[in-house]
């Protein structure tokens, strides 16, 4: 049986085997060998030492298997190894650690950003000097006189917080003041400060509140990093028809000689589900195929088919054809998924 404990040394741990093993006898003090961890449960320790494997407990977990290196520190009583070169860690596994860790620090204290708003809008007896900061952010985030358009879309995703980061990196001078994290960040400094200078439950709950607003904007972002392909986002906006959920996901043809671009969303309406599939050709024209789940869903699209030509005609957009069909559209054969936004940074 082979004990692993600390050494008492920075980093160094010790490998203890009792010295009767046969494998005592093929080992010097102050010799420097190999020794593989072929499995690692809790602390339970699989080592393979001159061709034996051995079961060893440790006192602390270790976190990883393979190959390490070893100094023979003594022979007796015991056989002492102590390991002087652990093994690394992949770049895969190292992201993946640090990912879980910032899941459990961030999820247990989240909260949806529509929910936030809420809550915030609701609050009583705030400074004013937090009153029209908090007004701003609520006036550009949720409300709107107009009908959201293509342009607002764009620029409400890009504002949305999840690329606040990708946009500091990027610019000497980033253009932050619209985005959300940036703004919950800056608010949730100067409440925290006015709070320290004057104690203030509503400042304390305030705080509280807009912490778990940036926690759950970092949670969607580690989930991009992870799944580029699905875009985890809330977009808070007054409307008066109410979207449930919706996706959008794009495909790339992977033959040059046949459609270059796919774009397939769906979007859940009050009045049923509603496909559409885009299709970019060589010529860059577009052609829509539009699928309605329910009879009123359907007269409700083609009531509006001409108005929505008139809009693409006015955005110089190249129109094929734009019709209703009966079979739900579905990707084509041959395509890649390419990711909606590109985060890296």
Avoid at 24 to 51: C, E, M, P, T
Avoid at 305 to 311: A, P
Wanted: charged share 15%.
């Amino acid at each position: 049986m082979v004990s692993i404990s600390n050494n008492n040394l920075p980093n160094l741990q010790s490998l203890f085997l009792n010295s009767a093993s046969s494998a005592s006898s093929l080992l010097k003090v102050g010799q420097v060998l190999s020794v593989n961890i072929d499995q690692v449960q809790g602390k339970q320790v699989l080592l393979n030492i001159a061709g034996q494997t051995i079961t060893a407990t440790s006192k602390e977990s270790l976190q990883n298997t393979g190959t390490v290196q070893v100094q023979v520190k003594q022979l007796q009583p015991t056989l002492e190894l102590v390991i002087i070169k652990s093994p690394k860690q992949t770049a895969s596994q190292q992201l993946q650690q640090t990912l879980q860790a910032a899941y459990r620090q961030f999820i247990p204290n989240q909260q949806a950003i529509p929910q936030v708003l809420q809550q915030i809008s609701l609050m009583q007896a705030l400074p004013p000097s937090l009153s029209g900061a908090i007004n701003q952010l609520l006036d550009q985030v949720s409300k709107s006189n107009t009908p959201l358009s293509g342009k607002e879309l764009k620029d409400k995703i890009s504002n949305s917080g999840l690329f606040l980061e990708s946009k500091l990196n990027k610019s000497d001078k980033p253009n932050v003041n619209t985005d959300l994290k940036a703004q919950l960040l800056k608010l949730n400094q100067e409440t925290q400060s006015l709070n320290s200078k004057s104690f203030s439950p509503q400042l304390a709950q305030l705080a509280g509140t807009l912490t778990q607003a940036i926690n759950r904007l970092t949670v969607q972002q580690l989930q991009l990093y992870e799944t580029p392909y699905i875009t985890a986002m809330e977009l808070p906006y007054e409307s008066n028809r109410t979207i449930n959920e919706s996706s959008i996901e794009l495909r790339k043809h992977n033959e040059k000689s046949a459609i270059s671009w796919e774009v397939l969303i769906n979007i859940a309406l009050p009045q049923g589900e509603m496909a559409t599939k885009i299709i970019l050709n060589q010529q860059d024209e577009l052609s829509y195929l539009i699928w309605c789940e329910t009879d009123a869903l359907e007269l409700l699209v083609s009531e509006n088919l001409e108005n929505l030509k008139q809009q693409l005609s006015d955005g110089e957009l190249g129109v094929r054809s734009l019709q209703i069909v009966k079979q739900k559209p579905i990707k084509t054969e041959k395509t890649t998924q390419i990711a909606l936004i590109d985060i890296h940074i």
